[in-house]
């Protein structure tokens, strides 16, 4: 009993709110390479998630990303491919690949207070065509995601990162989002 109780204190994580977002502080006597994931709510070390999605416009016609990448024209930055015309250059499905390993760091400090993680954009064979590498903050306060800062998805940096603050006096989450064209 003693040693389940010294386990779950010692596997908390304090947290400090830097600007309003919540932080772990390092745990300095832990090795791990998972310093700032191991109390991670939803986005756990070794987890992948697999996003399918679609853009529908107003004539109820559905499409994936092309990826034109290096052919970028920035007169027609957007490319699109119908649903029932997937070729492997289309991204069919965006995974989240929760690993925290160092190597997804291409340059700058590998302490800094947050989850390492990976989007790869893969095609429809599985394939990987293009991939970000970026971090989140998953705690018992909150949760706050770095959107990939690649290709299509670069303009993603210039807005508000997906933030929920974990209260439990909202029960239920609701939201929607209709854009223009694009």
Same mark, same amino acid.
């Given at each position: 009993?003693?040693?389940?109780?010294?386990?779950?204190?010692? /596997? /908390?994580?304090?947290?400090?709110?830097?600007?309003?977002?919540?932080?772990?502080?390092?745990?300095?006597?832990?090795?791990?390479?998972?310093?700032? !994931?191991?109390?991670?709510?939803?986005?756990?070390?070794?987890?992948?998630?697999?996003?399918?999605?679609?853009?529908?416009?107003?004539?109820?016609?559905? !499409?994936?990303?092309?990826?034109?990448?290096?052919?970028?024209?920035?007169?027609?930055?957007?490319?699109?491919?119908?649903?029932?015309?997937?070729?492997?250059?289309?991204?069919?499905?965006?995974?989240?690949?929760?690993?925290?390993?160092?190597? *997804?760091?291409?340059?700058? &400090?590998?302490?800094?207070?947050?989850?390492? *993680?990976?989007? &790869?954009?893969?095609?429809?064979?599985?394939? !990987?065509?293009?991939?970000?590498?970026?971090?989140?903050? &998953?705690?018992?306060?909150?949760?706050?995601?770095?959107?990939?800062?690649?290709?299509?998805? =670069?303009?993603?940096?210039?807005?508000?990162?997906?933030?929920?603050?974990?209260? &439990?006096?909202?029960?239920?989450?609701?939201?929607?989002?209709? /854009?223009? =064209?694009?």
């Amino acid at each position: 009993m003693l040693l389940l109780f010294f386990t779950l204190i010692s /596997a /908390a994580q304090e947290v400090e709110n830097i600007e309003g977002i919540y932080i772990e502080k390092q745990i300095y006597h832990n090795n791990s390479k998972f310093n700032y !994931s191991q109390d991670n709510i939803t986005y756990k070390p070794n987890m992948k998630f697999i996003y399918d999605y679609y853009f529908e416009d107003r004539d109820k016609k559905q !499409s994936k990303f092309s990826y034109s990448l290096p052919n970028y024209n920035p007169e027609d930055p957007m490319v699109f491919t119908e649903l029932n015309k997937l070729s492997n250059k289309t991204i069919d499905n965006i995974i989240i690949d929760i690993n925290d390993d160092t190597f *997804f760091l291409q340059e700058g &400090d590998s302490s800094l207070p947050h989850t390492l *993680f990976k989007y &790869d954009f893969v095609n429809n064979k599985d394939s !990987s065509i293009s991939d970000a590498y970026t971090g989140l903050i &998953d705690n018992k306060m909150n949760i706050w995601v770095q959107p990939p800062r690649t290709g299509y998805f =670069k303009i993603l940096q210039l807005n508000p990162y997906p933030f929920i603050y974990l209260n &439990d006096s909202i029960k239920d989450w609701g939201w929607y989002l209709e /854009a223009d =064209k694009y």
